[in-house]
Antibody
Framework: QLQLQESGPGLVKPSETLSLTCTVS??????????WGWIRQSPGKGLEWIGS???????YYNPSLKSRVTISVDTSKNQFSLKLSSVTAADTAVYYC????????????WGPGTLVTVSS | EIVMTQFPATLSVSPGERATLSCRAS??????LAWYQQKPGQAPRLLIY???TRATGIPARFSGSGSGTEFTLTISSLQSEDFALYYC????????FGQGTKVEIK
């Protein structure tokens, strides 16, 4: 059974880059049927779709975050990653890695989530 | 951006009773709508997709209906494990979520 697990720093300073990794177990990240994505949840903005990526590297980003977001895949490690630059306190949230059904579709599988706080 | 509005914000229901949750889209999303359940400290769990299709392993007491801009999630007979937060999500355009409905014990 496919499982996802986020990892990365829980505290990031303002103006720096938030970096998270999602490790996929129970399946190959290179499967041609799989997309991968990131979603975040904060008390102020609720649930927010960040973006998704196909194993080939094709990416789709939330227009409101597009200028700051990079999602990438590392097939050799069965992982995918999120980078969010120039963070502010508004980026404080629980970040989930996810497997959507397709590029913009419903999220079938969620990681447990990891809290990232932006503070000096 | 398509704005999703859920109502009511809180629904107080007795165990065994029926719960009806609503979700409205600011423009048509056809049938590209999902419902999720979230419990404290956990990630959301997919219940319904394509407006009315139950996800794998979801009990039959959960049902979804609607199309266009108006959608409903019905829980036919509330069990103790169903008291939680529920979110709708559209994926007709860039995915957006509603603010949630809390189903609490009456």
């Amino acid at each position: 059974q496919l499982q996802l697990q986020e990892s990365g720093p829980g505290l990031v300073k303002p103006s720096e880059t938030l970096s998270l990794t999602c490790t996929v177990s129970g399946g190959s990240i290179s499967s041609s049927t799989y997309y991968w994505g990131w979603i975040r949840q904060s008390p102020g903005k609720g649930l927010e779709w960040i973006g998704s990526i196909y194993y080939s590297g094709t990416t789709y980003y939330n227009p409101s975050l597009k200028s700051r977001v990079t999602i990438s895949v590392d097939t050799s490690k069965n992982q995918f990653s999120l980078k969010l630059s120039s963070v502010t306190a508004a980026d404080t949230a629980v970040y989930y890695c996810a497997r959507p059904r397709d590029v913009l579709g419903p999220t079938l599988i969620w990681g447990p989530g990891t809290l990232v706080t932006v503070s000096s | 951006e398509i704005v999703m509005t859920q109502f009511p914000a809180t629904l107080s229901v007795s165990p065994g009773e029926r719960a009806t949750l609503s979700c409205r889209a600011s423009q048509s999303v056809t049938s590209n709508l999902a419902w999720y359940q979230q419990k404290p400290g956990q990630a959301p769990r997919l219940l319904i997709y394509d407006a009315s299709t139950r996800a794998t392993g979801i009990p039959a007491r959960f049902s979804g209906s609607g199309s266009g801009t108006e959608f409903t999630l019905t829980i036919s007979s509330l069990q103790s494990e169903d008291f939680a937060l529920y979110y709708c999500q559209q994926y007709n355009n860039w995915p957006t979520f509603g603010q949630g409905t809390k189903v609490e014990i009456k």
